[in-house]
């Protein structure tokens, strides 16, 4: 089974948004959000030795993904080849997911009302094709493939010359979009863009949370109900006995 990654040369990103101009087009992503985007880092060092960089950052599919676990009905899921999926039909836009992802990756659509998110153009890899971003990035930064694949360019990328994942200490999920860069210029990336802690919730919490609205909302309509009964008794004042 492939084991599916991404590597991005930082050094040869032109920062152009062509990239996320052909995801949002290929994946008709509302105006305002993105499923990938491109990021500029603070210029930092002092004239001439001047250093700044690019960031592309999009959905990780990390090999421990934190956006699991919290989903109340198993909406998000992850494949054997490590594409971290949402299944529209099961997602109830609750939005859990969206806080546990140290990438703030993922977005509610506010026309489907469903979760989105980069899945490395599934679609197209199951018709031999490569991500969108892939085939339009105007500089060739972008690379797809097999990780567990010795003659792909993702493994010689990674294990050859030794693209970086962004992760911390606080942060080592294992994500499998990797950054190839100069030392300097990769870590002002990491520096100026890190992972942050997850918001993580079990799905038994995001039920629990879900419920209580839930539950408010029943109880207020019981109570409700008994007062327009009450109060019509009231109008209609009590039933004649009869002796």
């Not at 918001?199 to 839930?214: D, E, I, V």
């Amino acid at each position: 089974m492939a084991r599916y990654a991404m590597v991005t040369d930082l050094a040869k990103c032109v920062g152009c948004q062509a990239c996320t101009v052909a995801c949002n087009t290929e994946w008709e992503v509302p105006l305002g959000f993105a499923r990938t985007h491109v990021r500029q880092t603070p210029v930092e060092g002092t004239f001439p030795n001047l250093v700044s960089t690019f960031y592309v950052a999009q959905c990780n599919h990390c090999d421990h993904p934190p956006c699991v676990e919290p989903c109340p009905t198993g909406a998000t899921w992850q494949s054997e080849n490590g594409i971290v999926r949402v299944d529209p039909n099961l997602c109830i836009g609750c939005g859990y997911c969206v806080d546990a992802c140290p990438y703030e990756a993922r977005y509610l659509n506010p026309v489907t009302k469903k979760v989105d998110k980069c899945d490395f153009c599934a679609s197209r890899l199951e018709q031999g094709r490569n991500p969108a971003c892939v085939d339009t990035c105007t500089a060739h930064a972008k690379f797809f493939g097999d990780l567990e694949d010795r003659s792909s360019d993702v493994f010689h990328l990674v294990y050859e010359r030794g693209a970086r994942r962004m992760e911390t200490a606080d942060v080592a999920v294992g994500p499998n979009v990797y950054y190839l860069a100069p030392p300097e210029h990769f870590d002002l990336a990491l520096a100026s863009f890190p992972p942050r802690k997850p918001r993580l919730l079990t799905a038994g919490q995001a039920w629990k949370k879900l419920a209580r609205p839930l539950i408010a909302a029943a109880v207020g309509a019981t109570f409700i109900g008994q007062a327009i009964a009450f109060f019509n008794q009231l109008r209609k004042g009590e039933p004649d006995i009869e002796e």
